[in-house]
């Protein structure tokens, strides 16, 4: 064992540095098949066994093979890609419009979803409901307020879109549209809403499509 090392990893054999060694229960795994099972700090390996790894690597494996086949039919500026034909979508980084994620989406996976400025609810839907709130009605102005009935404000510091699915690992995806101090119905606010309005629509047929309404 080299300088540093603490052991050997008990999937591949490698030897395991003291700094960065993760335990499970059959004994230390490397960085190398870590990241391979997605355990990205080593905390998430505590309590794993040897088996739970190799399930979690077939399982980053698979979605890895997702995201080769993926290939968008349709972008929503840079928050947002669709693949039409295999009803799959992926959120983009919304800044240069390059993944932030791995995961692929189903249509069907998607449970609800709601629009949020400051952390309030402006509009929602979901399986079973229709989109309610300001966003689909009387043009980009009415989704102020929403649903929360309250005034606007002056300087809006967040908007997002909550969308929650059927990942009980992760059940909770956003879709960032504001994250910074924007006054009120300048530009930038405006044309944050109406990207809104387009993926709350676009989730609402998406979720018609799977057969989940």
């Known amino acids: 064992m080299g300088l540093f090392s603490q052991g050997t990893c008990v ?3 490698a030897p395991v540095k003291s700094m960065w060694a993760a335990k499970i229960a059959e004994g230390l795994l490397c960085k190398a098949c870590c990241r391979k099972a997605g355990y990205f700090s080593r905390s998430r390996a505590k309590n794993k066994t040897l088996d739970n790894v190799r399930a979690d690597m077939a399982r980053m494996e698979a979605a890895a093979a997702r995201q080769r086949a993926f290939e968008p039919t349709r972008t929503i500026g840079k928050h947002l890609a669709i693949d039409e034909h295999k009803q799959q979508w992926q959120i983009l980084d919304g800044v240069t419009g390059k993944l932030i994620m791995s995961r692929v989406l189903d249509f069907s996976e998607i449970v ?23 966003a689909l009605f ?8 929403g649903v929360t009935g309250k005034k606007s404000k002056n300087v809006i510091n967040s ?49 018609e499509l799977a057969g989940n309404v």
């Not at 952390?119 to 709130?133: D, Y």
């Not at 009387?138 to 307020?145: E, H, P, Q, R």
Request: net charge neutral.
């Open 112 to 134: 609800s979803y709601e629009l949020l400025e400051d952390g309030e609810t402006l509009a929602k839907g979901g399986l079973g409901r229709a989109l309610v709130g300001g």
């Open 159 to 207: 908007m997002k879109i909550k969308i929650t699915v059927r990942d009980m690992s992760n059940p909770v995806v956003y879709v960032s549209l504001i994250s910074g101090k924007t006054k009120h119905n300048s530009l930038t606010h405006r044309l944050a809403q109406e990207t809104a309005q387009e993926i709350l629509s676009l989730l609402e047929l998406m979720q």
């Open 11 to 13: 999937l591949c054999g």
């Open 138 to 145: 009387g043009g980009v102005g009415a989704i102020v307020g």
